[in-house]
């Protein structure tokens, strides 16, 4: 069968040729029945349109945020000052990046990792002869 409306219109035929009397009450309770169908059906049907516009609309919303994304999230624009300094996180392995120039703040320093939020560098551990790998400007990090 088709449709949830062919396949009421095919139930009340079905009524139809029961030819039970108007005033019997089987008739009564069946005709009810498939009146409330009808109306359930036509309730689903609209649901399934209302769902379905919902979902072209998100669609567009996410096309839209993608393209500001775009527009403005630019990564190189985010690495265009001094160099930067690149550690691993030992515990999950992410690639945290930060300005040198924290290096030279009194007091300890210390970076997390925005994942874990462990402890990926302290300026209390540090060795001051220790090297880091510097992250030219104009490479491009991904």
Do not use: H, W
């Not at 089987?26 to 059906?41: C, D, F, H, Q």
């Amino acid at each position: 069968m088709g449709s949830i409306r062919e396949r009421i219109a095919y139930l009340q035929g079905l009524a139809v040729g029961l030819e039970l009397g108007q005033d019997t009450k089987e008739a009564k309770l069946i005709g009810n029945i498939l009146e409330v169908l009808g109306e359930m059906a036509e309730e689903l049907i609209f649901l399934s349109d209302q769902q379905e516009e919902l979902n072209e609309y998100l669609t567009a919303i996410d096309e839209s945020l993608g393209e500001l994304e775009d527009d403005y999230y630019i990564e190189d624009e985010f690495y265009t000052d001094d160099d930067y300094i690149e550690v691993d996180c030992s515990d999950c392995g992410e690639r945290v990046y930060f300005e040198r120039e924290i290096l030279d703040e009194d007091g300890v320093v210390e970076i997390t990792c925005p994942s874990c939020g462990m402890i990926v560098f302290s300026t209390e551990d540090a060795d001051e002869e220790e090297t880091y790998d510097l992250v030219d400007a104009d490479d491009d990090i991904v």
